[in-house]
């Protein structure tokens, strides 16, 4: 086991743009979550799924973000018309069920909008 | 809700020292688990210590263990021994039982120094 890949590692894209990460979680897990830690911050709740439900999201996940897990394996997380605030680490983890706050974390995808 | 505040935003202590980073927390909730974990500058957060809440006796792993006052809603971590390779972020986390969202401190930069 890999342990939980995020894809790319760095972005750069221009505001307005739309982006779109993924992440693969270890393959066991059924439960994937979507953190975003900007600089000298600890990293915050996005959304977390449960196999492929999307079961919670945070304010902070506004209309332009959207994230999915088709088939409860990997899943991406898309921002729509990217603006210079969301520029920001944005981490995925993934866990067990029964697993509490003991996740496994990828190494994030770097996005810069400028 | 929930809130994490670790106080010290940055440490540099010697290789082989003892050091002790502080994290408080504010919840209403009797049933929880706390964490600790170390993001390097690769930046994959670690998972180094776990404690539940009703838990009287103090987590240990390795040279790591923390001092868990629940009275004082206080959660500090001890790292004996410290080594080159402890030089990180460190971040506090709290989640009540039966929730999905970790909620993290700010962080505390740890430098060890030769």
């Known amino acids: 086991d890999t342990g939980v890949s995020q894809d790319p590692r760095h972005k750069i894209t221009k505001r307005g743009q739309n982006v779109t990460f993924r992440c693969d979680p270890i393959?066991?897990?059924?439960?994937l979550y979507w953190y975003r830690q900007t600089l000298g911050q600890g990293p915050e709740f996005l959304t977390y799924?449960?196999?492929?439900?999307?079961?919670?999201k945070s304010r902070l996940l506004s209309d332009r973000f959207s994230a999915e897990r088709p088939k409860g394996s990997f899943s991406t997380l898309e921002i729509q018309r990217t603006e210079q605030g969301d520029s920001a680490m944005y981490l995925c983890?993934?866990?067990?069920?029964?697993?509490?706050?003991?996740?496994?974390f990828g190494s994030g995808t770097r996005l810069t909008v400028v | 809700a929930q809130t994490v505040t670790q106080s010290q935003p940055e440490m540099s202590v010697q290789e082989a020292e003892t050091v002790t980073l502080s994290c408080t927390y504010d919840?209403?909730?009797?049933?929880?688990?706390l964490f600790w974990y170390k993001q390097p500058p690769s930046r994959q957060m670690i998972l180094v210590i776990r404690?539940?809440?009703?838990?009287?006796q103090n987590a240990t792993e390795n040279r790591f263990s923390v001092n868990f006052q629940k009275a004082a809603k206080s959660f500090s971590l001890k790292i004996s021994d410290s080594q080159l390779g402890d030089t990180a972020m460190y971040f506090c986390?709290?989640?009540?039982?039966?929730?999905?969202?970790?909620?993290f401190g700010q962080g505390t930069r740890l430098t060890i120094n030769p």
């Open positions: 983890a993934s866990s067990s069920t029964g697993t509490w706050g003991g996740y496994t």
């Open positions: 393959s066991e897990h059924n439960r």
């Open positions: 799924f449960q196999n492929e439900a999307q079961l919670e």
């Open positions: 919840t209403s909730e009797s049933n929880y688990y």
């Open positions: 404690q539940e809440a009703y838990k009287q």
């Open positions: 986390a709290f989640i009540r039982q039966g929730a999905q969202k970790l909620v």
